[in-house]
């Protein structure tokens, strides 16, 4: 059978993020021979959190999975939308009876796809269980269950937690991407077990700005430390992640590739998103 291609793409932020995302990604299934894509959404409620309705945009645009992270709960109305859409994960670390899951098993025509998202704790709010033991209690779930295609997500700050996560689930996960810097990194590989890595997918977001938000508002603040909003910024997206192949069969990794594309988009509308923190 041949290989099962996965595109991921980073934080998607605000408006002119999701816009560039649901523009796109026909073309990524067409051009890229895509079979599964996997979004996270965590700040694409104007920087904070996702929308049961933007979860639902991004779903019927081609996503087969959105992701979050730490910024999950910015908007209260998801809570109860959670346990109604599987495809819909939050951070598999937090406590029992938490609304949602952080796994989920979708069947494709070239075998069953895991995708699991976890948060880190270094310098992460709230503090979560921890995630390695998490991680791995999952994931050998998932492989005692025959599941042999597994991405996992961790959602972290340091680069440390993200590559031990990485190194640890090398020879039983399929694929580990970092998220949540919202900065690329050119560490794209394979792990001598087979499973393909890479520390941040980064964002899909304004091109000019600090993190996707408007560059004036986050400077004034680094330089007054004033309180202040931090407007999503505007202009062109780029939308970043990475591209990977996996073997059904075995489950490892094949091939990666980052992802990494400016959308000149002129025509993308002044964004009314505003928030009060990247
Ligand atoms: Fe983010
Ligand atoms: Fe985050």
């Not at 816009?19 to 965590?42: K, S, T």
């Not at 039983?172 to 890595?197: L, N």
């Amino acid at each position: 059978m041949s290989s099962l291609r996965i595109l991921f793409l980073g934080d998607v932020v605000g408006e002119p993020g999701r816009r560039a995302v649901i523009a796109n990604l026909d073309r990524f299934r067409e051009e890229q021979l895509v079979d599964f894509i996997i979004v996270n959404g965590e700040n694409a409620a104007g920087g904070r959190g996702i929308t049961p309705r933007i979860t639902i945009d991004l779903l019927r645009a081609g996503a087969a999975v959105v992701t979050t992270g730490d910024h999950v709960w910015d908007q209260s109305e998801i809570v109860d939308y959670f346990p109604t859409e599987p495809r819909l994960l939050r951070p598999l670390n937090y406590p029992p009876g938490t609304p949602g899951a952080g796994s989920v098993v979708l069947e494709t025509a070239k075998g069953r796809v895991a995708v699991v998202q976890v948060q880190g704790r270094s310098f992460m709010q709230p503090p979560l269980e921890n995630p390695f033991i998490a991680v791995e209690a999952e994931v050998d779930r998932l492989l005692a269950d025959g599941v042999r295609m597994i991405f996992v997500e961790i959602h972290a700050e340091t680069t440390s937690e993200k590559i031990a996560m990485g190194r640890m689930l090398d020879g039983k996960a399929s694929f580990v991407v970092g998220t949540h810097t919202h900065v690329q990194t050119a560490d794209d590989s394979i792990f001598p077990g087979g499973t393909g890595y890479m520390t941040d997918a980064g964002m899909c977001g304004p091109e000019e700005s600090v993190l996707g938000r408007a560059v004036e508002s986050v400077v004034w603040r680094f330089k007054t430390g004033l309180p202040t909003r931090f407007p999503v910024a505007k202009g062109s997206v780029r939308l970043c992640g990475v591209i990977a192949d996996l073997d059904p069969e075995t489950g490892r990794c094949l091939a990666v590739r980052r992802v990494s594309d400016l959308i000149e988009n002129e025509a993308v509308e002044p964004s009314a998103d505003q928030s009060q923190a990247p």
